[in-house]
């Protein structure tokens, strides 16, 4: 099956600074997605971007399909940003591959 | 917030009962999901429906049955929970569209 891999497992920055997230896959996808899970477990949509690059306030992503590859830009760190985002693949058949995800912990 | 809705929300059971979580959604929504969330595993596929009693299995499906007799009723069944089965269960919605997967808030399933 595909393989979706984040990196850094784990990131520790100060309030203010700025982050970079990375989703390889394995394959060709049909959409990819990226998720915050705050620390109360609730998941939130960020972007949904089979392509190119959408901004969110301090937030954008790029992706590039034909190289597999995502990231997530975190501009000016807030400790409202701490927690777990994920990136998810979809397939055909509306079936969707998560990463193992990247543990973002910002301190004040 | 997409309007779905989880129940329980927590659950206790011992080892060989049977067990349902309800995923409901009021956004009429085609698609539904229902994954397990599990340290070091990220969120996993467990199944999913593209219509009214339309069901696929996903990527860990074992022990695992589903049912979907309306649109906004999404039903995940523990035939005989079993401790691996212990996890925290999401379910997530899709119009199909460019938008993306929503998510409810999760149930904390235990099983002793």
């Known amino acids: 099956g595909i393989q979706v891999e984040q990196s850094p497992p784990d990131l520790i920055l100060q309030e203010g600074a700025n982050s970079t997230l990375r989703c390889n896959f394995s394959d060709s996808v049909n959409n990819l997605q990226w998720f915050h899970q705050n620390p109360w477990g609730q998941l939130i949509n960020l972007f949904y971007i089979p392509s190119g690059t959408k901004q969110n306030g301090r937030l954008s992503a790029t992706t590039v399909a034909t190289e597999r590859y995502s990231l997530l830009y975190i501009s000016s760190s807030q400790t409202t940003d701490s927690g777990v985002y994920f990136c998810a693949v979809e397939l055909a058949g509306n079936q969707f591959y998560f990463g193992t995800g990247t543990s973002l912990t910002v301190i004040p | 917030d997409a309007g779905i809705t989880q129940s329980p929300r927590h659950k206790v059971t011992e080892t060989g009962t049977p067990v349902t979580l309800r995923c409901h959604q009021t956004?009429?929504?085609?698609?539904m999901y229902w994954y397990r969330q599990d340290p070091g595993h990220g969120l996993r596929l467990i199944h999913y429906?593209?219509?009214?009693?339309?069901?696929d299995k996903g990527e860990v499906s074992d022990g695992y049955s589903v049912s979907r007799s309306k649109t906004e009723d999404f039903l995940l069944t523990l035939e005989s929970a079993t401790s691996s089965q212990t996890s925290v269960y999401f379910c997530a919605i899709s119009s199909g569209g460019a938008v993306g997967q929503f998510f409810g808030p999760g149930t904390r399933l235990t099983v002793l």
């Open positions: 429906s593209y219509g009214v009693k339309d069901t």
């Open positions: 956004e009429n929504h085609r698609y």
